[in-house]
């Protein structure tokens, strides 16, 4: 077997365990596209009333990169055409249902990498921030694979666009 597979049942089935297996479903859903634009759109929304117009443009600049990293992502599955691992693979956990049928890239992953880049930027004075964010991101990209959904290269690729989109909206925006 490939790496990649090898590192997917690691994950997927000798990780497996009661509490993972309440908390990572619930937590994944955390980093998808549709989530955090919500959240991107509310902050802007509540910041700009608010009339807080540092914090107004981190928002915007998260919410850039969540679109960014979301056309990449989408344009990528729909090139690739890669098979879920549920649908290829035997033994595998399938705790949650994706909403498409693609694999590569983890769009979750994608998404919550480019907003947390930006704000990792932004906000890297405060230590604490910054490895909150680090460690939502990590347990994202892992709940992918965990729930079943992505094998480690896709999480791996979304990473890198979601990096990818959070650096070229920084060197466009701020």
Known sequence: MSVNIDLFYLINNDMANPFFDVIMPP???????VTLLVLCI??????????????????????????????????LKLTFHSPRPFTVLDHVRQLTIPSEPNSFPSGHTSSSLSVVSVLVWMLRENLVVVVLLICFAVIIAFSRIYVGVHYPFD????????????????????
């Open 42 to 75: 509310l902050a802007i929304l509540v910041l700009k009333y608010l009339k807080k117009e540092k914090y107004l443009k981190i928002a915007k600049m998260c919410l850039y990169a969540l679109v960014l990293s979301g056309i990449i992502a989408a344009c």
């Open 155 to 174: 999480v791996l690729v979304g990473a890198v666009v979601g990096i990818v989109s959070g650096v070229v909206v920084l060197k466009v925006k701020n």
């Open 27 to 33: 937590l994944s859903n955390c980093g998808g596209f």
